[in-house]
């Protein structure tokens, strides 16, 4: 009787170890898919060409609008063929967008350039999306449709110079609108006579916005574009959004630096966008520092393009809702995100990881991996999973979400409310959570999991005490 319990005890032990190397295996090699995602993501090259702006009329006077000389330098150099737009050392200004063109890097040469906080400046609209809702808005402050190898590179600043007194207090004008206490004149306000367009399908041609809608304009924005390379360049202060490719993709942001605390000041937000490669970045933003969507409510399920094959690495997250994020404009889903070696640490960064979606939303979020994540301080949690975000939404609550596949490892954490806070649906589990040889202190409440299936913990250390499932 003895031997037979010894042999079930060392066959249990045996199927243990079996399964900790497979899941390591599965790890593993699922890490590789780098490789094959970065072979895709190629850096434009452009022709040996330099057109210079000052030639072009521009002026480095922070008095002179320069934006008409750097617009004919763009259009000139793309028109023959592509290069470099030279933009020397001083101090510009802006009055209106900047329209990027096929095969033109826009380079600064330690130059800063001034946006001009009038709205008008930015009409007339073009088509665009604005919280995953496609429409006519005003232009953001650099743009570009159905172009193809684009890049802006050098040193300088592009500050969109929004502040409490220019664009930013437009989020809390009546005119606005909000969700929450829906008021009865839906229609004569911005934000929510857009939700119902969307929620109506109204055709895209009859959602006209821009001058008295008080949608504020994103800093960076593409569309349908592809080839597109940001590096060196700091952006400052932007009137919404920063960063915002929307179904593009081969994109490259390298060496950027992100700084605004503005409402909805995401850092980068890549949208339906497929091959994006983010690294040596920082980010220090008055919402989410990254945000990966792919459209919202019905928007994103009639175009029902994923986010995918999307990689952060080597980057730096301070102020922010979330360091790394996923949502909540998902309803086209998102698959295949890799996060490594990031640092994360602020007392005003909310989570470092976090996944946000609803019935409305609806869409699939899988295949997740994130490790070596060393993260000082976060407010709420390491990893924050929730699937009843924003329950006062208007809109059908028929579109069940779906979030599966989600492998974190090596994650360092000194400061937490909470290690993890998970919250799944009864007819949607969170289902495949793995955390493996990580240690998580500095911990102060106990952990929330509703509705979460398949959670596994291996080598966990919470509050130096090895965490049990």
Known sequence: MKNFNLKIFFTFLIVLIFQSCTNHSEFDQNWKQIDNILDTIVEPSFNNVELNIIDFGAKADSTFDSNEAIQNAIDECSKNGGGKVIIPEGNYFSAGSIFLKSNVNLHLQNA???????????????????????????????????????????????????????????????????????????????????????????????????????????????????????????????????????????????????????PNND?????????????????????????????????????NVPSENIIVRNCKMLDGHGGVVIGSEISGGCKNVFVENCEMDSPNLDRAIRIKTNTIRGGVVENIFVRNIKIG??????????????P??????????????????????????????????????????????????????????????????????????????
Not at 429 to 439: C, K, L, M, V, Y
């Open 112 to 262: 800063n350039i001034n946006f001009s906080t009038n709205s008008q400046d930015y009409l007339p609209v073009v088509f665009t999306r604005w919280e995953g809702i496609e429409l006519y808005n005003y232009s953001a402050l650099i743009y570009a449709k159905d172009q193809e190898n684009i890049a802006i590179t050098g040193k300088g600043i592009l500050n969109g110079n929004a502040t409490n007194e220019k664009w930013w207090p437009w989020k809390g004008r009546t005119e606005y609108g909000f969700i929450d206490g829906m008021p009865s004149q839906l229609d004569s306000l911005s934000r929510p006579r857009l939700l119902r367009m969307n929620i109506s399908q109204a055709p895209v041609e009859e959602r006209i916005f821009g001058n008295g809608y008080y949608l504020r304009p994103n800093f960076f924005q593409t569309i349908n574009c592809k080839n597109i390379l940001i590096d060196g360049i700091t952006f400052k202060d932007s009137p919404m959004w920063f960063l915002h490719p929307v179904l593009s993709e081969n994109i490259i942001v390298r060496n950027v630096k992100v700084e605004g605390h503005g």
């Open 267 to 303: 850092g980068l937000d890549p949208e339906s966008c497929k091959n994006v490669l983010i690294e040596n970045c920082e980010f220090n933003t008055g919402d989410d520092c990254i945000a990966i969507k792919s459209g919202r409510n019905a928007d994103g399920r009639r175009i």
């Open 392 to 469: 006062k939404e208007i809109g059908e609550r028929n579109f069940i979400p779906k979030v599966k596949n989600i492998y974190l490892s090596e994650i360092k954490s000194n400061k937490s409310e909470r290690a993890f806070y998970l919250e799944g649906l009864e007819n949607s589990t969170i289902d495949n959570i793995s955390i493996s040889n990580s240690a998580l202190n500095g911990v102060g409440k106990e952990n929330i999991m509703n509705n979460v299936k398949n959670f596994s913990a291996e080598n966990v250390y919470v509050n130096n005490e090895l965490y049990k499932n």
């Open 377 to 390: 301080e976060v407010k709420e949690a390491v990893l924050r999973v929730n699937l009843l975000y924003e």
